[in-house]
T-cell receptor, first 111, second 112 residues
């Protein structure tokens, strides 16, 4: 089946630093979604991308749909303590049905 | 608040028992998904329903089953529970087959 490789698995950064994480796939996707999960909560949708090359921002978050359609990136600028959590990428292929999730990036921010 | 409601929030039971987890999707959403998340792990897709019919199946054990009712709520049944079934079980819904998923807050199952 399809697999999404998300990296890094974890990051421990200083407050104020920028963060970058990515997902890569062996398959082409036509939708990329980025979610954040706070401890003990359900994942919350941050950004949705529908077009190759698309660059979308949501506050301090910016995500890009890779030109090859096999990857996506999420950047967080000027991190703050409440950015702590697990970030998941998810991709949907041309069949349109299945959404495949990456393994997550655990972000820890030191005040 | 995503609009997806899951009950119960917490459930503690014993090995060999059977439990039912319930999910009410967002108003108007036709598709319901179930995911399992073990401690510090990713989201494992279990099963998807669309307008009452099963649409996709992931790594769902034979001891587990689900259904979506005419009012679009869904139930996930877990039977012959084992210690390893302890996990967070999330329900998500989307408007259609290709829409964005919105997750509930999860049901935390502990099997002792």
């Amino acid at each position: 089946g399809q697999q999404l490789n998300q990296s890094p698995q974890s990051m421990f950064i200083q407050e104020g630093e920028d963060v970058s994480m990515n997902c890569t796939s062996s398959s082409i996707f036509n939708t990329w979604l980025w979610y954040k999960q706070d401890p003990g909560e359900g994942p919350v949708l941050l950004i949705a991308l529908y077009k190759a090359g698309e660059l979308t921002s949501n506050g301090r978050l910016t995500a890009q749909f890779g030109i090859t359609r096999k990857d996506s990136f999420l950047n967080i600028s000027a991190s703050i303590p409440s950015d702590v959590g697990i970030y998941f990428c998810a991709g949907r292929n041309n069949a349109g049905n299945m959404l495949t999730f990456g393994g997550g990036t655990r972000l820890m921010v030191k005040p | 608040d995503s609009g997806v409601t899951q009950t119960p929030k917490h459930l503690i039971t014993a090995t060999g028992q059977r439990v039912t987890l319930r999910c009410s999707p967002r108003s108007g959403d036709l598709s319901v998904y179930w995911y399992q998340q073990s401690l510090d792990q990713g989201l494992q897709f279990l099963i998807q329903y669309y307008n009452g019919e099963e649409r996709a199946k992931g790594n769902i054990l034979e001891r587990f089953s689900a259904q979506q009712f005419p009012d679009l709520h869904s139930e996930l049944n877990l039977s012959s529970l084992e210690l390893g079934d302890s996990a967070l079980y999330f329900c998500a819904s989307s408007a259609d087959l290709a829409g964005e998923l919105f997750f509930g807050e999860g049901s935390r199952l502990t099997v002792l």
